[in-house]
């Protein structure tokens, strides 16, 4: 997959995209030259290659055709005669950040080399190839190598570089970014998701201008202000056809993404690490290597690019144990109980639960000692025997008896200032001790860049862990990194709190899942304020947002799909008036938007009627029956309209469908509404909702009718059902086979 011909030119490809560099002859630098779809491999690639004059700043002396600036690269760096934003940036001993990386050699190897301390995609020796390119600092020892990996099964491209120290000087990195490569258009529009806390995940789009556009986070998270994604795609795309270029980071903490359109139409693409507050002191003898970033492809539309990252993740970077296992049902106390709850409350929670054929009860903040509010307790894990006077093992036991599976609620990174860590160890805290520290969710964060705050926290919970038959944990962390300043690190590195901090945290989860590898994981951030790919190599599945609204939860869970697959997206059903937005909303609406994401409840099933108890039983059933097809189909956002949402899942082997329609209000005297089908098996037929028999033609150019024919029913249109805000339709497609 990984040809290099005599002039130094790399294709990577396979059936799916084509990705092409060269070496500049006079100056060894990388310029790049096409990414898109597959072409077919040629001798040479230098019709590619666009030059003209330009008289301002050259690189060489009496060649005025050497100016970077008007240089497609790879990996540029700024100000040797580039004045465009840089992909890399190196301070030397002397205080300047002159660098000129030029090609030194490279290798071509079967599978993929395993990056230390870093969440990352997998693969075999079978089904990917890396390319190593080995680039020689000019004026240092540095060597700067960039990874290229390839998968057979994938329109995608993983990339990610390292720097490393030859020398005997500590040089310090400015800037390491995980990818960068120049379109040579700006005919695009900007995709990415933003929104706040209980509104993550919003899509927005807008038309590239020139000067430099970014999306970041500066938190200490990826965040809920922004996802580290973001998509190009031409204007008249659609969400079925169009070029769209997608870039993921496979990274939780502070990112980068950016598009910086020079006064030449060119687009500089970047991707990784945010520049902002970091500097990493790169001593002799050492390396750092970037995050790895997803890049891919496709022609598709805004539906195959999700497609593309739906299968990559699944496929080479969620563990696999998890990826086509059935997820259990769950029900949180969260919202049934809050902090007030007793040993006797949560049994007979548990009770209920077990009649309504929910498969697991997960006990969630409150059940450590004196936890009654979000003020206190957290870094001191230890049961409250107040509120569960017998014991975790004898609740576990309890709870496993009655026939369900038992969950425990976390929030390792954080502590509050009265709990006996905190006074033994007043330095564990982020923050400068002479200046102040700003406290959010009257909670303070655990200075994870020290091993010993990790080791000291994996202790707490492996003490927890290994005594209570535990099969779920959801991990919390509830505020973000203000002050980020660590007592453990020299002056020097205080640049390195951030990037250190979440290295811890995959550390801590390296540790418990190490100790514990049946444990599933879900992680959460004040709901969607870490859904990274990074988070998903260790934890299956992310709490997509606080918001359980079902409305809401169209555009977030839309949203969060054009990224990352339905098996990842935590989606509960919860009371109503709704607990975030005070909206109430059918239980049908709720299980049918659920329906579409990994699926449970949040609500006091003992305030709920016989009636709702069976709706419930049936929500079940029916997600039993499907769940196969939503954790592994290919997923297609049909429409996503102010007043009318439209999912389609489709197996892989197509014989199957799932459709969910969902309408916010309804509208008098309603126009008639055709739903198109796209994805579906050529020249079959399927039944639809057991009865109606359709062709795939059909669904697919007609659609599905979503009106009644009352013809010669006068009486039955008059006393129908009237629509009513807030309605949903599930439709289920069999194929069947000509008789």
Request: aromatic share 12%.
């Amino acid at each position: 997959m990984i040809e290099v011909n005599q002039a130094l030119e790399f294709h990577i490809k396979n059936s799916k995209v084509s990705y092409i560099f060269r070496v500049m002859e006079k100056t060894g630098i990388l310029e790049h030259l096409y990414f898109g779809a597959a072409i077919a491999s040629e001798k040479s690639y230098l019709y590619l290659v666009e030059r003209e004059l330009r008289t301002g700043n050259n690189l060489l002396t009496g060649d005025y055709t050497s100016s970077l600036e008007h240089i497609k690269q790879e990996f540029p760096v700024y100000g040797t005669t580039d004045f465009r934003y840089p992909a890399i940036s190196v301070k030397y001993p002397a205080g300047d950040t002159i660098s000129h990386f030029r090609y030194q050699s490279h290798r071509i190897i079967a599978g993929k080399e395993k990056i230390s301390g870093l969440p990352q995609t997998f693969g075999k020796k079978e089904n990917c190839e890396t390319l190593i390119v080995q680039l020689q600092d000019q004026y240092s020892k540095l060597v700067l190598e960039l990874f290229y990996t390839i998968f057979t099964d994938s329109a995608s491209i993983i990339r990610s570089a390292q720097i490393k120290n030859n020398g005997s000087e500590t040089f310090q990195i400015e800037q390491l970014a995980s990818a960068s490569f120049d379109l040579p258009d700006n005919d695009y529009e900007l995709v990415h998701l933003t929104g706040a806390w209980a509104r993550e995940t919003h899509i927005e789009r807008k038309q590239l201008f020139t000067g430099r556009q970014e999306i970041s986070s500066t938190r200490g998270a990826s965040s809920h202000i922004h996802n580290p994604f973001m998509a190009l795609c031409r204007p008249n795309t659609t969400e079925l056809l169009g070029e769209v270029y997608g870039f993921s980071l496979i990274y939780s903490g502070n990112f980068s993404a950016q598009v910086e359109v020079d006064t030449y139409h060119v687009s500089r693409c970047q991707i990784g690490i945010n520049p902002f507050q970091f500097q990493w002191q790169l001593a002799p003898g050492t390396s750092f290597h970037s995050p790895e970033a997803v890049l891919t492809f496709t022609k598709k539309g805004l539906n195959g690019m999700s497609q593309n990252f739906h299968d990559l993740f699944r496929n080479h970077l969620i563990n696999q144990k998890w990826v086509k296992k059935e997820r259990p049902i769950l029900v949180n106390n969260w919202e049934a109980t809050y902090f007030d709850f007793t040993e006797e409350k949560i049994l007979r929670l548990a009770q209920s639960a077990k009649e309504c054929g929910i498969e697991m009860l997960v006990l969630d903040d409150g059940w450590f000692k004196g936890r009654n509010n979000d003020e206190t307790s957290l870094g001191n894990w230890q049961v409250d025997e107040k509120k569960i006077p017998n014991g975790l093992p004898n609740l576990s036991e309890k709870i496993h008896q009655v026939g369900l599976k038992f969950g425990l609620w976390f929030e390792p990174e954080m502590i509050s200032s009265d709990t006996p860590l905190f006074q033994k160890n007043p330095e564990y805290r982020l923050g400068q001790s002479q200046k102040n520290i700003s406290h959010g969710r009257n909670q303070y964060v655990l200075d994870f860049s020290n091993p010993e705050v990790v080791e000291t926290i994996f202790q707490q919970m492996a003490a927890i862990l290994s005594t209570v038959e535990i099969e779920y944990v959801k991990w919390d962390m509830n505020r973000y990194i203000s002050e980020a300043y660590s007592s453990f690190l020299s002056k020097e590195q205080q640049g390195e709190v951030f990037h250190r901090y979440i290295l811890g945290v995959y550390n801590l989860y390296e540790k418990i899942l190490t100790k514990f590898p049946d444990l599933l994981i879900e992680s959460c951030a004040g709901g969607g304020g870490r859904f990274d790919p990074g988070l998903l190599y260790y934890a299956p599945q992310t709490w997509a947002s606080d918001d359980t609204d079902a409305v809401e939860r169209l555009k977030i869970q839309s949203g969060a799909s054009m990224v990352y697959p339905l098996s990842t997206i935590g989606g509960h059903i919860s009371a109503v008036p709704n607990h975030q937005v005070g909206r109430t909303t059918t239980l049908k609406m709720r299980g049918d938007v659920a329906l579409f994401s990994t699926f449970g409840y949040e609500l006091d099933l003992n305030q709920l009627n016989a009636a709702e108890k069976q709706e419930i039983a049936q929500q079940i059933q029916t997600y039993h029956k499907y769940s196969s097809l939503i954790q592994t189909g290919d997923f297609y956002q049909l429409a996503c309209e102010t007043n009318q949402v439209a999912w389609l899942v489709v197996s892989k082997n197509k014989q199957e469908a799932l459709v969910g329609f969902y309408q916010i209000l309804a509208q008098p005297n309603q126009p008639y509404v055709r739903l198109k089908l796209t994805g579906l098996a050529k020249d079959t037929s399927y039944q639809v909702n057991g009865e109606k028999l359709r062709t795939s033609s059909s669904l697919e150019n007609i659609g599905l009718i979503l009106n009644e024919n009352y013809t010669d029913r006068t009486k039955e249109y008059w006393t129908r059902q009237q629509q009513h805000d807030f309605s949903s339709r599930i439709f289920h497609l069999q194929q069947m086979q000509p008789e």
